[in-house]
């Protein structure tokens, strides 16, 4: 019932605070949420990712910090909108598209790519690592890239997700 209208919210809302608020109970919704009910409501969900980056409102400090919920969200999404083999090429586009995000928009923010890392993908490689298998390069270059840092805590999260993308079972599971 609130989904539709948090989702319209986010859509038109350029307020960081409520971006972060925002964004924070769409990741609560989603986890509650069965993946029958997020399935019903893939366009504008894909919308939003598309076109709700946090970090496209420049130069405000919570815009930063709303990385993570955004990332824990599109986590949710990823794994529960896309079911079957039939969405296998929707979803390895929004994989892509999650990716872009972290390589591109978060990349230059230490602390907005630090929030990508443990809340996006770290979380996606320890629970369904084979939906970035077909990217594993890209991925570890990322990773890699991120290990020479000069953050402490960015090079600590490359260093686990080098270990989860390295020591997972990348086969797709049966069903």
């Known amino acids: 019932v609130a989904l539709p209208l948090l989702l319209q919210?986010?859509?038109?809302?350029?307020?960081?605070?409520?971006?972060?608020v925002g964004l924070d109970t769409l990741k609560l919704l989603l986890d509650r949420a069965m993946a029958v009910e997020v399935q019903n409501f893939v366009p504008p969900l894909e919308h939003i990712f598309a076109t709700g980056s946090p970090l496209l409102l420049q130069g405000d400090d919570v815009a930063c910090l709303a990385v993570a919920p955004f990332c824990a969200a599109h986590v949710l999404f990823l794994l529960k909108a896309y079911a079957g083999p039939s969405?296998?090429?929707?979803r390895g586009e929004q994989v892509d598209k999650f990716l872009h995000f972290g390589n591109v928009?978060?990349?230059s923010h230490s602390l907005a790519f630090s929030l990508f890392l443990e809340f996006g993908l770290l979380p996606l490689l320890a629970r369904e690592a084979w939906l970035l298998a077909p990217r594993m390069r890209d991925v570890a270059e990322l990773l890699m890239q991120a290990?020479?840092?000069?953050?402490?805590?960015?090079?600590?999260?490359?260093?686990?997700?080098?270990?989860?993308?390295?020591?997972?079972?990348?086969?797709?599971?049966?069903?």
Request: aromatic share 4%.
């Open 9 to 20: 919210l986010l859509d038109h809302c350029a307020e960081s605070v409520v971006r972060l």
């Open 87 to 90: 969405c296998a090429s929707a």
């Open 105 to 107: 928009h978060c990349r």
């Open 147 to 175: 290990s020479e840092g000069t953050s402490a805590l960015e090079v600590l999260l490359a260093w686990r997700g080098l270990h989860l993308l390295f020591g997972a079972e990348l086969k797709p599971r049966a069903g």
